[in-house]
Each structure stands twice: as structure tokens, then as C-alpha cells.
């Protein structure tokens, strides 16, 4: 089939999913109408943020066609290509990108800005995918799951190194749940998690107000499960080990706790209790949920929200943009939201389930999944449900970098799914 010929467009959007594809168009056209309310009907607003969010939209339009003209197979054939270029583009960025409030995140040139670790999360999954379904790949083998995880440890650490925490947990998120679609043990599964609980629990004396026997509970979590494993048989030498890796962990979190910036220290500390500090690192949770609940059941009207007018709520325009949606279109408004990722979500699992090809199964549920991880993790951020991190909401948020990395990522999804029968 020749490549931009008449036959090829009508087949392709013979073949596009309505299902997909909708919920992607509604999302695109409420964060183009948010992003011009929380910028140019403002107190100080102008139109120069909305045109960029235009043309952010027009070439992620660009880079969704070329992603879904590419074929499974191509596109698994050239991800080593891909992964390994992510991986150059992320340490350069160590070594040469831009600084912003801590951060080196940016790569500049001229008036070109590239945040490095948005791309690298599409090429990583695409990568890890195509690393999984190739032949002999059994999660069951040591050897593969080895690697496997080192494919995911390897971006993540690198992004933290910027620092990015919310970013960073993006790759283990994702690729946990593709190593789970492909068949990963559920024992394996728990051991791997283990040590993210010990490290949750013991860092509780660091970051929350709460008594100091409660940083100890790992203890007789890690006592339980080795005893677990012991039940089901494990030898003495394996269940050793799971002991030391979780004292290990327990006694690293204060250095990594102190290895922290202050303000990730700070969002960490007030995320039980914003109100204590309000004028500091609780400010934009307040402001965020004093924005959503202004919004009673109907919202204020579009433009009319005076959280966003008056620019009490910070980063409205960003990682805030769905205290925006609350405020002017209220509970039915950011339910409607909700709904439409919801509905993105589902198709996409079924989408993944109904594949025949196993790349392009496992690429689906990473995409899925990506998508899924941004919006749940910014959406409990502006309700106060989760740590504020600095992630935007998928094709909602002002975007650049992130905006054209999903739409790639939604292309790579209609590809898909106009392929899902081929092997």
C-alpha cells in the first residue's frame, strides 16, 4: 500500500475509531477554550499564549498523522533507534540544558525549547514493547526480567537526576503495567513493589505529621512477608535476601530525603495538611480547590472565573488548568472531563486486548497507561488527593514539549487501532 496514495486515506479513515478518537477531538477543543480562558481573559492577559497553544496543537497534529502512518512493524524495528536517542538527548540535557527553579529540564535553540524526558517516554514504551514481545522473552526467566527492568531504571534515573520526580515515576508506572500485561508473575510483581511500600512507610517520620512509631510499621510488614514467602516455599537464601533489600531501602530514605530541594520537601510535608502553611508550599492546593468548589454545579460561565481572573491560582494555565475547567463549567464541567479521559481509558484497554500483533498490544497499554498516569496524578494533585509534582494534564494543559508527545502518542493509538488485525 503506497504511502500517501488516495486508497491509503480512505482505508485509514475507513478504519479510524470514532471511540478514540471523539473523546481525543473534545479534550483537544476544552483545553484550547481553558488555555484562552486562563491566559487572555485575564487581568493582565494577552493572546500570545493561546497562539502558541494553536501551534503546540498543529504540530502535534503533524507528529499523530506521521506516528499513525507508520506501520507496527516499522515502527518496532526503528525503537532501538528511538530509545537510544532519548537516552543521548537526556544526558545532554544533564550536561548542557537550561536551568529553571532547580531544574534542568530544557534544551534550547534560538527560540526552540525541547523538554528531553516528554519524547523519551513515548520512545521508551515503544522500545520496551517491542524489547517484550519479541521471541523467548518470558518474564519467568530471571535473565529477562533483568533486563527488562533495567530498561526501565535506566530513563528513570536519568530524569531524576534533573531533578523530575513526578516525570520520573512516569517509566516505572508505565512499564510495570506493560511487564503485567505480558504475563509477569503476581509474587514477582510483590516483590518488585516491596520495596516502594517499605520506602512509603519508613519515609512517613520525614514527611508527614504523624507519631514516630508510625515510620516503623515496615517492620512488621517486611516480618509478614517474609514469612509469606517462607509459606509458599521460597528457600531461606531468597527470603534473606528480601529482608536485607527492605532494611536496605528503610535506612536510604533519610539520605534521599535530605538529598530532596526544599520545595519538593515542602509539597511532600504539606500534603496532608496544606492549611499549615497557606501562604507558601499549601497556596496553590488551597487556591485549587477553592477555585473547584466556587464552581457549584454549573461553574461560574466561561471566562468568568475570578480564581483565574485575578491570578490567585497559579500555574492556571499548566499543571492547574482542571481547577480552571471547575471554576467556570463547575461539577458538571470537570465530571464531563473526567469522562471523556474515562472513555479514552476503556477504549484503549479494549483496543490492547483485541490487538493480534503482541507489539502493538503491549504499545497500546503503554500509551493507555501514559495517559492514564497524567491524568490521574494531576487531577488528585489540584483536588489535594495527591502531591503537587508539575505535571500538566494530557492534551488539556498549555503545552509544548508534552502537548505534541501526546498527540503522538494518541496517533500511535488511531495507528493501532486501524492495524489491530494485522500480525
Same mark, same amino acid.
Given at each position: 500500500m503506497?504511502?500517501?496514495?488516495?486508497?491509503?486515506?480512505?482505508?485509514?479513515?475507513?478504519?479510524?475509531?470514532? &471511540? *478514540?478518537?471523539?473523546?481525543? %477531538? =473534545? @479534550? !483537544? $477543543?476544552?483545553?484550547?477554550?481553558?488555555?484562552?480562558?486562563?491566559?487572555?481573559?485575564?487581568?493582565?492577559?494577552?493572546?500570545?499564549?493561546?497562539?502558541?497553544h494553536l501551534f503546540a496543537i498543529l504540530l502535534g497534529a503533524g507528529a499523530a498523522y506521521l506516528m499513525a502512518k507508520i506501520p507496527p512493524r516499522g515502527l518496532a524495528d526503528f525503537s532501538p &533507534? *528511538?530509545?537510544?536517542?532519548? %537516552? =543521548? @538527548? !537526556? $544526558?545532554?540535557v544533564l550536561l548542557a540544558g537550561e536551568v529553571h527553579g532547580g531544574a534542568r529540564r530544557w534544551l534550547a535553540c534560538g527560540p526552540v525549547r525541547l523538554q528531553p524526558s516528554e519524547p523519551a517516554k513515548?520512545?521508551?514504551?515503544?522500545?520496551?514493547?517491542?524489547?517484550?514481545?519479541?521471541?523467548?522473552?518470558?518474564?519467568?526467566?530471571?535473565?529477562?526480567?533483568?533486563?527488562? %527492568?533495567?530498561?526501565? $531504571?535506566?530513563?528513570?534515573?536519568?530524569?531524576?537526576?534533573?531533578?523530575?520526580?513526578?516525570?520520573?515515576?512516569?517509566?516505572p508506572a508505565v512499564g510495570v503495567v506493560?511487564?503485567?500485561?505480558?504475563?509477569?508473575?503476581?509474587?514477582?510483581?510483590?516483590?518488585?513493589?516491596s520495596p516502594f511500600a517499605t520506602g512509603i512507610l519508613a519515609g512517613l517520620r520525614y514527611a508527614a505529621d504523624v507519631p514516630a512509631l508510625l515510620g516503623w510499621l515496615w517492620v512488621p510488614v517486611t516480618a509478614l512477608g517474609a514469612l509469606w514467602l517462607r509459606r509458599r516455599g521460597t528457600g531461606w537464601v531468597l527470603v534473606g535476601a528480601f529482608v536485607l533489600l527492605q532494611l536496605f531501602v528503610a535506612l536510604e530514605?533519610?539520605?534521599?530525603?535530605?538529598?530532596?530541594e526544599p520545595y519538593q520537601q515542602a509539597r511532600l510535608r504539606t500534603f496532608m495538611h496544606p492549611e499549615r502553611d497557606p501562604s507558601g508550599a499549601g497556596y496553590q492546593v488551597i487556591q485549587s480547590k477553592i477555585a473547584i468548589g466556587s464552581g457549584c454545579t454549573l461553574g461560574r460561565g466561561f471566562g468568568l472565573g475570578s480564581q483565574k481572573a485575578l491570578a490567585?491560582?497559579?500555574?492556571?494555565?499548566?499543571?492547574?488548568?482542571?481547577?480552571?475547567?471547575?471554576?467556570?463549567?463547575?461539577?458538571?464541567?470537570?465530571t464531563l472531563v473526567l469522562g471523556l479521559y474515562g472513555a479514552l481509558l476503556l477504549r484503549g484497554c479494549a483496543l490492547a486486548r483485541r490487538m493480534r500483533s503482541p507489539f502493538a498490544s503491549l504499545a497500546t497499554i503503554g500509551v493507555t497507561t501514559l495517559v492514564g498516569y497524567h491524568a490521574a496524578v494531576n487531577i488528585g494533585m489540584t483536588l489535594g488527593l495527591m502531591p503537587v509534582t508539575g505535571l500538566p494534564l494530557p492534551l488539556l494543559s498549555y503545552g509544548g514539549s508534552f502537548l505534541v508527545t501526546m498527540m503522538a502518542a494518541v496517533g500511535l493509538l488511531l495507528g493501532m487501532a486501524a492495524r489491530r488485525y494485522e500480525r
Open positions: 503506497r504511502p500517501g496514495s488516495a486508497r491509503d486515506w480512505r482505508r485509514f479513515w475507513r478504519a479510524w475509531d470514532p &471511540l *478514540l478518537a471523539v473523546p481525543v %477531538l =473534545l @479534550l !483537544l $477543543l476544552a483545553g484550547a477554550l481553558t488555555v484562552y480562558s486562563a491566559t487572555a481573559l485575564t487581568e493582565h492577559g494577552g493572546t500570545e499564549l493561546i497562539v502558541r &533507534l *528511538l530509545f537510544a536517542g532519548s %537516552l =543521548l @538527548l !537526556l $544526558l545532554l513515548l520512545a521508551f514504551l515503544i522500545y520496551l514493547a517491542h524489547f517484550l514481545s519479541r521471541p523467548g522473552r518470558d518474564l519467568r526467566r530471571t535473565s529477562v526480567l533483568v533486563r527488562a %527492568l533495567a530498561v526501565i $531504571l535506566v530513563p528513570t534515573i536519568l530524569v531524576l537526576r534533573q531533578p523530575d520526580l513526578g516525570t520520573a515515576l512516569a517509566f506493560m511487564l503485567v500485561w505480558w504475563g509477569l508473575p503476581w509474587l514477582t510483581l510483590g516483590l518488585l513493589l530514605v533519610g539520605r534521599v530525603w535530605n538529598g530532596l490567585f491560582l497559579p500555574r492556571q494555565h499548566t499543571d492547574f488548568i482542571y481547577s480552571v475547567v471547575g471554576e467556570e463549567f463547575g461539577f458538571l464541567g470537570a
